[in-house]
């Protein structure tokens, strides 16, 4: 009766492990759990240590961000970033007296005049098309207030697509008040220049008054302080950097009357003289065409030409052709061959009359009182 009630189990207990078996499973089961505890726990270990660089890495970025707002706090620089339709996303900084709300989610046609905000639109346009960065200088009333803005405009890039530009303006407008005031300054201390000048030739003119044999001498002296005038009004012209060459000899011609029918030709680089040399050289220039213009057979052709050599030299012709006559002053032989030849470091080559009429050549050096001009000089 047994056998028949455990023969229809013998099928399950022929399929059951062994114990050897048993004890073998359950060591892999063991060994599998032990590397599942050290695997979590190698992630647990690269988790920490993620959490720990991300917070270092915020906490830098933080620092960073910190110091960039301080930074433009306390500054005129404005940072804006714009889509490609040209319409404000985010600003730091912007320019005073406008706020966040002024200008987030606005055009530049909002709050610029017409002129500027297109011509900002149109630089904004050629960034987004090119992908290349430009630099801007713009000028409006913004609030009532003339101000002036330099700084650039950039591309904003995303997966190698340009999906906006960022601009960083600069506001320059007490930097262009300041030049504004001293170039008022310098144009009023000309003005009493001048009239200083003026004072000095009345005295010396009153002074001549009973004594014949002066009289030669207030034209001349007159026309020298006139010089010494014109050579202050171009510097302050240009800033008090310097002036150019073909200025000076341009307005030495024209200061001096019975030359207008005299054809002067100019033929050399854009040469700036410096302050210091400038006067001397209106002075030098106001001789040479005083002595054509009292000539007996005045010149029938000046050509006046200079350049920079390459080995560091800078060569000045001056020559008036059809003349045997021209007659440089004492003062004006002194000034030529002495005077200029020092401020210009160099020599005199040739004073005087020559077989083509009369010649004045000097030789001098390159450096901060005479140098290639700029082309925005």
Same mark, same amino acid.
């Given at each position: ?25 359950? !060591? ?43 930074? #433009? ?17 985010? +600003?730091?900084? /912007? ?12 055009? /530049? ?22 992908? *290349? ?57 000309? %003005? ?5 000048? *003026?004072?000095? =030739? ?29 050579? %202050? ?11 150019? #060459? ?14 207008? %029918? ?25 001789? #040479?065409?005083? *002595? ?20 560091? !030299?800078?060569? @000045? ?15 004006? =032989? ?5 005077? @200029? ?7 005199? +080559? ?17 450096? /901060?009182? @005479?140098?290639? !001009?700029?082309?925005?000089?």
């Amino acid at each position: 009766m047994v056998g028949i009630a455990v023969w229809p189990m013998i099928p399950r207990l022929v399929g059951q492990p062994t114990r050897q078996e048993a004890n073998y499973a359950n !060591a892999l089961l063991m060994e599998g759990q032990s590397a599942n505890r050290r695997l979590i726990d190698q992630l647990s270990d690269l988790n920490r240590d993620l959490e720990t660089r991300v917070a270092g890495r915020t906490a830098e970025l933080e620092t960073v961000r910190h110091r960039f707002e301080m930074a #433009l706090d306390g500054s005129d620089i404005s940072i804006l970033e714009l889509d490609t339709d040209l319409v404000f996303t985010w +600003t730091h900084n /912007p320019p005073r007296p406008l706020t966040q709300a002024d200008v987030l989610g606005h055009r /530049p046609s909002d709050f610029l005049p017409p002129v500027e905000a297109a011509e900002f639109a149109s630089i904004g346009r050629r960034v987004l098309a090119s992908g *290349a960065a430009e630099r801007f200088e713009i000028s409006f009333v913004l609030r009532g207030q003339q101000r002036w803005f330099e700084g650039f405009v950039e591309p904003v890039k995303a997966n190698g697509e340009v999906t906006g530009i960022l601009t960083a303006a600069i506001d320059v407008s007490r930097y262009k008040e300041h030049e504004r005031e001293m170039r008022d300054i310098l144009r009023e201390l000309t %003005h009493r220049s001048k009239n200083l000048l *003026a004072v000095v =030739q009345g005295i010396a003119r009153q002074s001549a008054e009973g004594c014949p044999e002066a009289s030669g001498f207030l034209a001349p002296f007159g026309g020298r302080l006139l010089a010494l005038s014109s050579a %202050h009004e171009l510097l302050v012209q240009n800033g008090w950097r310097g002036i150019l #060459l073909d200025e000076v000899v341009t307005r030495a011609w024209a200061d001096v009357e019975r030359t207008t %029918h005299i054809k002067v030709e100019l033929d050399g680089p854009r040469v700036l003289l410096g302050p210091d040399v400038a006067q001397n050289v209106m002075l030098g220039a106001h001789e #040479l065409v005083s *002595a054509a213009a009292a000539a007996e057979q005045p010149p029938h052709r000046v050509l006046v030409s200079w350049s920079l050599l390459p080995d560091g !030299a800078f060569r @000045l012709d001056w020559r008036m052709y059809g003349t045997p006559s021209i007659e440089v002053s004492g003062f004006g =032989q002194r000034l030529l061959r002495t005077v @200029l030849p020092v401020v210009l470091g160099g020599e005199v +080559t040739a004073l005087g009359i020559s077989e083509a009429g009369f010649a004045y050549g000097l030789r001098g050096r390159i450096g /901060p009182q @005479l140098r290639l !001009a700029q082309q925005s000089a």
